[in-house]
């Protein structure tokens, strides 16, 4: 799960790494209370999911005078399609040099892997020919001094405790991302101007959690059936048991040119009820007019997996394919509720290109 930058900076800051003084605000005469605590020059910084606010047009600059005027001005903007609800605002930093750090795994060698550029900021993504990298082992406490020299190259040494601390935060928190994009240096010291942290979503219950805001909430249904479910962009609904007949369902369905609403594997040995809660949440997206059931009955029984699909009982048409124990018994109690059952997957994903619209 993703940490706004006004949730990661605090988290930051309790490890030890230098943050500017800030406030979140709601609305533009909030800010007005604040601006003595942040001297004649405050930065305003849209709290939006997205990368790249700075070029979007979410970082602004303010003096006491026209700090309201300018909070006003980006509350009333959207930030890559992303109305702007919160807004840090910051005391404006005397920035010296923008470095870029982050920590993230590194998959071919299953370790935390370290990244340093000596040239940060807004442009880090067309510049990546300066950028440093070192591998940690996780069974290390500390970014040993050798690594942390060969990331630093000629960058300050006074970078270097905020980078370890960052790697604290990466550890502590099971991040997937810490990044500070840019640290800076100032004539007060180092400072991390912006901060991302991405949580595993597998430990959002290890760090207290409860909610994973990332999720939508069909997502979040999902996840309480235990079903691997993903949204996609289409229209068609699918519905199989194990990743790989699912995934050739969406294949097939990308063959005759049409276009899958999700993913959604129910799983071994789905049962009525789960059947049932699969079928209902595939056709509570209101984009869907057709849905593809398409299941192998092994340790699953098709008649079981037939009572769940007339038990949801929802509007859109729902196309069935099913194979194995009792498909018999599954056909019959289908056809009875005037449900199509059809005998290979390509009649039925035929079928469904020509029931949607
Ligand atoms: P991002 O574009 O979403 O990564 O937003 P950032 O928080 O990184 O801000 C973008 C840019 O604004 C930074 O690279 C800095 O150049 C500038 N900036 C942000 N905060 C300050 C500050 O306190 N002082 C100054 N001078 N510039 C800042
Ligand atoms: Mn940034």
């Given at each position: 799960m993703k940490m706004l930058e006004y949730e990661a900076k605090p988290i930051f800051s309790t490890y030890g790494i230098p943050v500017p003084k800030g406030v979140l605000i709601r609305a533009p005469e909030e800010v007005t209370a604040h601006l003595p605590e942040f001297?004649?020059?405050?930065?305003?910084?849209?709290q939006v999911d997205v990368g790249g606010r700075g070029k979007a047009g979410g970082v602004l600059f303010a003096d006491a005078t026209s700090a309201v005027r300018t909070a006003r001005e980006l509350f009333s903007r959207e930030i890559k399609g992303i109305p702007v609800k919160e807004i840090l605002v910051e005391e404006r930093l005397p920035i010296e040099h923008e470095y870029y750090v982050s920590i993230a795994i590194d998959r071919s060698s299953k370790q935390p892997v370290i990244l340093f550029a000596d040239a940060g900021g807004v442009e880090i993504e067309s510049d990546v020919t300066a950028v440093r990298k070192v591998v940690v082992s996780p069974l290390l406490r500390d970014i040993p001094p050798f690594l942390?020299?060969?990331?630093?190259?000629?960058?300050?040494?006074?970078?270097?405790?905020?980078?370890?601390?960052?790697?604290?935060?990466?550890?502590e928190k099971d991040a997937m991302l810490a990044e500070i994009n840019p640290l800076v240096t100032t004539p007060r010291g180092v400072y991390a101007a912006d901060a991302k942290l991405i949580v595993d979503d597998n430990a959002l219950a290890r760090q207290g959690i409860e909610v994973n805001r990332d999720l939508s909430e069909r997502e979040r249904e999902a996840e309480r059936h235990g079903f691997s479910y993903?949204?996609?962009?289409?229209?068609?609904?699918?519905?199989?048991?194990?990743?790989?007949?699912?995934?050739?369902?969406?294949?097939?369905?990308?063959?005759?040119?049409?276009r899958a609403a999700n993913f959604l594997d129910v799983g071994g040995g789905a049962d009525q009820e789960r059947v049932k809660h699969a079928v209902r949440l595939v056709a509570s997206m209101p984009k869907v007019s057709v849905i593809v059931v398409n299941l192998l009955g092994g340790i699953t029984r098709c008649d079981e997996v037939a009572k769940g699909i007339i038990a949801a009982g929802v509007t859109p048409p729902v196309i069935v394919r099913m194979a194995g124990t009792n498909e018999e018994e599954g056909r019959r109690l289908l056809s009875e509720c005037g449900y199509r059952m059809l005998e290979s997957m390509d009649a039925a994903v035929k079928a469904a290109m020509e029931a949607r619209s």
């Open positions: 001297g004649d020059s405050v930065v305003m910084k849209a942390m020299r060969e990331l630093l190259g000629g960058a300050p040494k006074e970078l270097a405790p905020v980078i370890n601390s960052l790697y604290h935060v990466f550890q993903v949204e996609l962009d289409g229209t068609i609904g699918v519905i199989g048991n194990g990743a790989g007949l699912t995934m050739s369902t969406l294949d097939l369905i990308e063959y005759y040119q049409g």
